[in-house]
């Protein structure tokens, strides 16, 4: 296929919803202030304590309570309007930010409470990521799904590059206080935004108990690879990937040396890379076959996991975050819109759920183990370390899956919007591949 992203419907065809529009807008707004403040507890923690260990296991309460969450957040997604639960886990979120502030504010922040806050907004952000994902489909037609599934990754990821390096000059400037607040302030600003939205309703389900019900979407999971290779591609790069850059904060403290301006910098450089890899899957992905994308991105991360842990400078510690960042982008973003293309309506919310369960389980475990590992052997041994073992897993999956060829599949329903055909491994004709 050339590379018309999108085919006829064009990369940015999303955009000509007024609501998906809307919805866009605001959820970068209130994601850039989330990463303002998963990059400022680190920083408090590390204030405190001055513990590698319990940085690490800050970055487990900021992802695992979703992990627990995600069952309940798939069978809600596809039971309940997709709008209500957002609005209630929205809330949740920005009451626990306010907490934050308040505690810091008024100099009566503990690690305890700092954790409880953390934990129970991570709660939330576990029942909004499925309901979030499978609002999007509804604020579309179905010829511009594969361009909101693209863009939706690219404001995820767009925050994820202003967030922290907007929380570093707060930090260095205003202080903790300033940044627990302002993101605060920006749920206001998605509540807002869900309260304009009429979602197209979705299929009904029966309602079964939550558990049975996620039992049913597991089931329908694991009957097909193009939903188990995504599910295990995202908990590696999560691992290896987004779970050690939650001990970046140790990392520039200790062994560069370095301020929270410099800190901010460091995660923005894997901000930078989440979005230009970002760009590159909404303009020229389908120039690509999905299965080469997220090749490249294992191995592209892999070199930027060892990258990081040998870095001399901080400017080397950017360029290896820069490759992190883009490498991961090229993973999920291919997993997702894989998952996405293929999965029927009726069960998006759970297999979403699934998907995003690995990701927010595969997360903490990285920074735990991580952080225990570095307070013992040193940050830089342990991500050496690191990178070895992705190198390794990597080189699995890539002979398991035939170089992740199930991600090409597609419905035939999306033959009209991307290049693949029902078949589980494309024509070479039809794709350009880059490992080639």
Avoid: K
């Amino acid at each position: 296929m050339d590379g018309n992203a999108d085919g006829p419907a064009g990369a940015a065809a999303a955009f000509r919803s007024h609501e998906f529009t809307i919805f866009f807008s605001a959820g970068l707004i209130s994601n850039i202030g989330t990463w303002m403040q998963i990059v400022t507890v680190p920083y408090v923690i590390d204030q405190l304590t001055h513990s590698t260990a319990l940085v690490g296991v800050a970055a487990f309460c900021t992802y695992f309570p979703a992990t627990i969450a995600s069952p309940l957040a798939g069978s809600l997604a596809d039971r309940y309007d997709r709008r209500s639960v957002l609005l209630w886990s929205q809330a949740v979120m920005g009451l626990m930010a306010a907490a934050l502030w308040a505690l810091w504010a008024t100099g009566t922040a503990t690690v305890v409470l700092i954790f409880t806050c953390v934990v129970i907004g991570a709660f939330g952000t576990g029942l909004t990521f499925s309901a979030w994902q499978s609002l999007v489909p509804q604020l579309v037609p179905r010829s511009a799904l594969l361009s909101a599934v693209r863009l939706n990754a690219m404001q995820l990821t767009g925050a994820r590059a202003v967030g922290p390096a907007l929380g570093g000059v707060v930090l260095a400037t205003l202080g903790p206080s300033a940044a627990f607040g302002l993101n605060a302030l920006s749920f206001l600003v998605v509540i807002g935004a869900l309260f304009l939205l009429a979602p197209r309703p979705p299929e009904t389900v029966e309602h079964h108990g939550v558990m049975r019900h996620f039992r049913e979407g597991l089931r329908y999971t694991m009957q097909r690879q193009v939903f188990i290779v995504p599910v295990a591609v995202v908990f590696l790069v999560a691992m290896f990937g987004v779970g050690l850059t939650q001990l970046l904060e140790p990392f520039a403290r200790h062994v560069l040396d370095v301020g929270p301006g410099v800190y901010g910098l460091l995660t923005a450089g894997y901000g930078v890379g989440a979005v230009l890899g970002s760009l590159l899957m909404v303009v020229w992905a389908d120039a690509f076959r999905r299965s080469s994308l997220a090749s490249v991105g294992l191995v592209a991360m892999t070199g930027g996991v060892v990258l990081f842990g040998v870095s001399p400078t901080w400017a080397v510690t950017i360029g290896a975050l820069f490759v992190m960042g883009f490498a991961q982008v090229l993973c999920t973003v291919s997993c997702n819109t894989a998952l996405q293309l293929n999965v029927e309506e009726q069960f998006r919310g759970r297999v979403s759920s699934l998907f995003l369960m690995s990701f927010f389980a595969a997360a903490p475990l990285g920074a735990l183990v991580g952080g225990l590992i570095g307070e013992v052997v040193g940050l830089r041994p342990m991500l050496v370390v690191a990178g070895v073992v992705l190198a390794v897993l990597t080189a699995w999956a890539l002979v398991h899956w035939r170089r992740l060829r199930p991600l090409d599949e597609s419905v035939p329903l999306f033959d009209h919007v991307v290049s693949p055909a029902p078949a589980a491994v494309p024509p070479e004709s039809t794709a350009v591949d880059v490992e080639s």
